[in-house]
């Protein structure tokens, strides 16, 4: 009896080599005291949200207090604060036994990762350089909500086989990489890219793929056992993947030209969404034998999410050219096809990417975000190319192609080269960048799980005793089967 | 032993004979390149998303981009969005095996739903008869959901029962079916109507009772073991019934007119809701032998949620008075009202309804929707007619009943007349057409379950192993009882 | 056999002594009633919310429609509803089977508490004396939701441990005292508290842990199986928590003045919280033996909720002076020390109050509401008392301190003593109003559980039969085992 209990307990208590007590607090605080000195620094309060706003309303011909830009960015901003806290974290709820390390650490990568992209961005952005601070309002934690979303797309692909401590550090890097080439694009490229098709899709996707090839273990199918979802798992990706869906045009909107701008992005993507859903249906019963729907690949791998991931990659592909003027149809037809090739990916791509090139892909970020995304950017330069006069008017070309200052006279054309050329840049600096900071994450003081403790809580986390409950539950039958094997030896 | 682990797997593994393989795909691809297709001939951005919308603002006397009208509907219709896709979707998570199909299957409805629901609704409501062409923005988008909505509804009472293809074909005729009557009570009749009352709720939920009335199951007990609840899809429903019950005054306020008009919808909805859980709470109880409150009846039936549902039959009852000067108070009697009628429903009109009339009602839709949009009817025609000039004013009385062009010589009293025959048509069209699609969803070609396989997600979607994981959990014991079965005969 | 099953079926069906067939259907509904005659005498729409608005625009010197306050307070006042009813009502699901507990009363006691706060709050700070009347617009919904946040922290202090009819009577209380202390230290002291730290957090938070003083259980520890967390249910907690976390810059910010009040409320916040996260982490890491993290603190007691909540501290931290200029690195030092004092409370403070004071905290609200309260108490008096013209400005300096009136000669260092007297009244209405709610709690006329049915839903709800499907599930093992145990005798 007793030797059985312990066999029991033996089996569930694992060994783990992966104790971050010292490396993880020291991560924490020596960079969030580092943030503090930089923002002490660095950081001031832009014109907008400074108690003296209201003392220089006057020169700035605002005549009340409800044409403060806060009132028409800030639901933008809580919608995609949602996406980026819940839509993230609970789509990489889906493992049966890693749903706290799937919402949880996103939740402190994004925490820490906002505070550093105020400071890049801002740098590259918003610094004034006669007082040499960065002036921050509600458009620039937008901004930093964006930064952080490349990165937690690139937590995607390496999901249950890092540690706490590797994601801080490719949150670090994958900030600082974000904002340079997002200043490249924006500002040197000046190519559109609202809702980041290419700034934060590719970027965030190539980046995410390109860890995962150097990280890549052999032996990964030692945890294979937990590397599906269960019932109620899935029910909460779920919840990640509408809040996702329903606030993606607040995402591509958000940080668009105000009036027509925002209010078309919002519609583009609102309608190239739903389109993605049923193709991705479509294709995702086609599919099947006995054409069952699959809301997360489970059966014979872990190239997730079919049905939940590709019904977003819509919003994904929608993101340079939200603005634009592809009309209506043009969105559902972006969506249709979205739809398809994202769900093909999961059938085809994937298992090609982890078979031929090695890149184990956990959430199949691939067919959700770097696909998608570069589909997005090519959409995104064909549609800028063939902008004319007549569909946007004059002041509309200029409107939604900031064609302003130093870019007044390039053509529609020339931006429609721009737009491609951005998508390359962010590209290299995806794959070059994670190539790189895989490299770094490759060094074996970063506290990360052997190949059997993947996709487990329990490395990182104190996770309830459901286990040895259902241990202490079962001897009622052990003592009845013992009573009843001894029984007879008694009686007879 | 292996006999032992046949046995389990052949008890898990029922027979399947729902296979939707061509038809789910044909059906999403052909109504999909249909909507493209009518999309490209029909539907433009309407002035305001469109991007010579700045070069036209001096003529509509609009001096800044922030007039835009996006900004004073979008926060609305995100709200009313969330609860479309994420309030129903989770309110029907509530069935033990059948959360996949609750969230999933409303997801795919939806958004062919609002597709469809944007070109009926625009040939009848915004189609330039100069071009031919409808101009949508985001208050189509708001209306769009609102249809869809209706939809929604009459799937709860046949959740669990019918196959994704024939969900499908009851969207493309509701969506039809609540153009048309919503063309006939808001235009013709020109009724009011804003929370849709009648419009969404009375059609909504005749046309799903009507619909489950055709299809009813004599032998739906055969999966009865399906039936019920458990304790974490019980807490997943109330995620649905929370998003619902605080977003309702978004709802009942969304496309009412700005200003006060919007302002007191939010109000009114917002006073009645809370009136409305206390009742439920009481009348739960009571019914009780010991006073315990049921989130969702699971015990001997499935008329379920009465305390997750009850509480939101206040917001339908407010939907067609909301906008009207009912006084905080009126606000609180309809809902201290609904929350009594609505539980009641639950306890004694439901059994009824299956018992003497065989309509089988999975959600109880009759008791959150048909019932208490009546009842928004009879306050929204007895309000409307009881208006005075005191009470609102003079250009408060034109505002809120729109008493303009062809009806500004129409009397509230007369107005009161015609809410009440706008909801008389919206029964009929309800029971009426749901009759008639019921009839052609009974043809047998649309791949529905047998009796015994309703309310398994089995049949449409891929479940994860949760069994088969648990019957891989079994064999330590079983092979202890093996053990200590044989020990004894080994060293005896 | 059938005696194991039997003995089984006995082990689930504890006793019951808590009927609240009577009780709790009376209390609902007589104070429903009485809202409702109270609302008829007492209140009636504000200005901008009654149908004569539109007339009186004129007078009010408003050109437009989109001046209504509604679109400037209505999106923020969302966001806090989520908080209250999804945000507090998922922070509670996190016991193992208090789900329906947790989130229901949650709901019941919100709604009831937001009607009697509008007319508590309407009576003392909205009442037209020259009418008698309480005119309510969309301020006064917030207004009350607020309020009723302060009785769901003290909610948090005795979960698990009281009865619906109990909790219905605390928040009668609590909803009273608030109206009275939020009377005196906004009107009277006329002290700036935005965001509640002292108003909402500090009194919520020592009304609770009086309460749960003067109700102190000695034998709480036979239901100590009942005081853990299961895995999906501290994944419905993180829910709760998400929500609290991103919606948390809404309500600081949600009735701050308009402009950049708002504006740099909701910045503050959204820092402070950021920083919140990291410190939260690298202590609650360091805690542990082998550096795990604890999303609740499950192993050893119910001081529950370590990353879950200490990570909401900065918000309420930054409640009060999220409104001064304390400069965005300010906001991170806030919530720097917040996460470290939080996450030390639950290692140190929480179990010293059970031993010591006897007080049993379910939640910690102590160390998320009690003691982050009592530290933005005092950030808020120290910045209030160095406020300087040259920070805020002239202009700037009236309308963050609200220097208008009575009150326009008042020095910021005069300033600061009253932000200081006002913690102190917030506290001294907690404590004393707790221990004389928390007595006449006592009385044994509530249906209180008995200790050992304390944290089970199966008291106050029907639960779903997860046990029972569980017992139906054994007996194929208890079958086998019985026939590998009998066959050998067959066969031998």
């Not at 931006?415 to 951005?422: L, N, V």
Request: with cysteine.
């Amino acid at each position: 009896m007793t030797n059985c209990i312990q066999g029991f307990k033996d089996y569930f208590c694992r060994p783990k080599n992966t104790n971050v007590r010292l490396k993880l607090p020291f991560v924490c605080f020596a960079w969030q005291i580092a943030m503090i000195i930089l923002f002490g620094v660095f950081v001031r309060y832009n014109n907008e949200s400074d108690a003296h706003w209201v003392q220089n309303m006057a020169q700035n011909n605002i005549t009340s207090a409800i044409e403060n830009d806060f009132y028409y960015r800030y639901p933008s901003f809580q919608d995609v604060h949602v996406m980026i806290f819940v839509g993230f974290g609970f789509l990489m709820t889906f493992l049966k036994r890693y749903s706290f390390g799937g919402v949880g650490f996103n939740f402190l990568i994004a925490a820490f990762g906002i505070q550093w992209a105020l400071l890049m961005q801002g740098w590259f952005h918003s610094l004034d350089p006669s007082t040499g601070k960065i002036y921050i309002g509600i458009e620039n934690l937008i901004n930093a909500d964006f930064c952080v979303a490349g990165c937690l797309i690139a937590y995607g692909a390496v999901l249950g086989k890092v540690s706490p401590v590797q994601l801080m550090v490719m949150t670090l890097f994958g900030v600082t990489l974000y904002a340079v080439e997002e200043y490249i694009i924006l500002n040197l490229l000046h190519a559109i890219d609202a809702g980041g098709s290419m700034i934060i899709h590719v970027f965030g996707g190539y980046y995410g793929l390109a860890i995962s090839w150097v990280l890549y273990r052999p032996n990964l199918h030692q945890s294979k056992h937990l590397q599906g979802s269960v019932y109620h798992s899935d029910t909460f990706a779920m919840i990640g993947t509408l809040f996702l869906w329903m606030f993606w045009p607040s995402f591509n909107s958000a940080t668009t030209y105000h009036g027509d701008g925002q209010h078309r992005a919002a519609i583009n993507t609102y309608l190239c969404l739903t389109s993605c859903v049923l193709t991705t249906v479509a294709i995702s019963s086609l599919s099947q034998k006995t054409g069952k729907l699959d809301m997360v690949r489970t059966r014979h791998s872990t190239y997730a999410y079919r049905l939940t991931n590709s019904t977003l990659a819509g919003g994904v592909a929608m993101g340079t050219a939200a603005v634009f003027m592809v009309s209506p149809y043009g969105a559902l037809i972006v969506g249709f096809c979205c739809g398809i090739l994202s769900t093909m990916g999961y059938l085809y791509i994937s298992p090609f990417l982890e078979k031929t090139l090695k890149i184990h892909d956990t959430c199949g970020i691939h067919n959700l975000h770097a696909m998608p995304g570069v589909i997005g950017g090519i959409v995104g330069a064909i549609t800028a190319a063939t902008a004319s006069e007549s569909v946007y008017g004059m002041q509309g070309l200029i409107n939604t192609f900031d064609f302003t200052g130093n870019f007044k006279d390039r053509t529609v054309f020339a931006q429609g080269g721009y737009q491609a050329a951005g998508m390359c840049v962010a590209m290299v600096f995806g794959i070059g960048g994670g190539a790189i900071v895989g490299a770094i994450l490759r060094f074996p003081i970063w506290g990360d799980p052997a190949d059997e403790n993947c996709n487990d809580d329990d490395v990182y986390w104190e996770v309830p005793q459901d286990e040895e409950d259902q241990l202490e539950s079962v001897p009622p039958i052990l003592e009845y089967c013992n009573y009843m094997t001894n029984k007879p030896e008694d009686e007879s």
